[in-house]
C-alpha cells in the first residue's frame, strides 16, 4: 500500500510541476506580445542633435573638429567670398557623407545666416530637427528633416 501512495504523490507533484510551468510561459507569452499601440512609422530617427554632435568631436586630442577646421579656414581668409566658398565645398561633401536627404547647414554669427551648405526644400519641411553649436566665433546652426 506505501507504494501505491507514493506513486500517487509522485504523479500529483508532476502535474503541480506542469501546470506550474504552462502558467509562467502563458504569462511570458503575453508579456512579449507586441502591442499594436506603439507602431513605428517609417520616420528617419537621426536627429539634427546626433550630426552636430559628431561634427563637434574629436578622434583624439591631437585632431581638429570639424567645425574647428571651417572655422579655421573661415577665420584664417577673413571670411572672404573664396574661403565661403571652400567652406561650403567641405561641408557639402561632408553632409553628402552621412547620406542625409534633407538638411541646411549655416553660420549664423560672422557670416550672418549665410548658408553653406543644403539639400532639400526647407519650404516644405515638416519634423525639422534643429542643433546650434558654437567654435570661437562662428555659431553653426544645422537643420535636418
Not at 22 to 40: F, M, R
Request: hydrophobic share 35%; with cysteine; net charge neutral.
Amino acid at each position: 500500500m506505501k507504494d501505491e501512495k507514493g506513486s500517487f504523490y509522485l504523479i500529483e507533484a508532476i502535474l503541480a510541476i506542469t501546470v506550474l510551468l504552462i502558467a509562467i510561459l502563458i504569462v511570458n507569452t503575453v508579456i512579449s506580445i507586441p502591442s499594436p499601440d506603439y507602431s513605428y512609422e517609417g520616420h528617419d530617427l537621426r536627429s539634427a542633435q546626433d550630426f552636430m554632435e559628431i561634427l563637434s568631436k574629436k578622434i583624439n586630442f591631437t585632431d581638429q573638429t570639424f567645425l574647428g577646421e571651417i572655422s579655421t579656414v573661415l577665420k584664417e581668409n577673413k571670411n572672404s567670398k573664396k574661403a565661403i566658398g571652400d567652406v561650403s565645398d567641405i561641408c557639402q561633401d561632408k553632409f553628402d557623407s552621412f547620406n542625409l536627404k534633407n538638411y541646411k547647414f549655416c553660420e549664423n554669427n560672422k557670416l550672418k545666416g549665410k548658408i553653406l551648405a543644403s539639400k532639400g526644400n526647407y519650404n516644405n519641411a515638416q519634423d525639422v530637427s534643429v542643433a546650434t553649436r558654437t567654435y570661437g566665433d562662428y555659431s553653426y546652426t544645422l537643420y535636418v528633416w
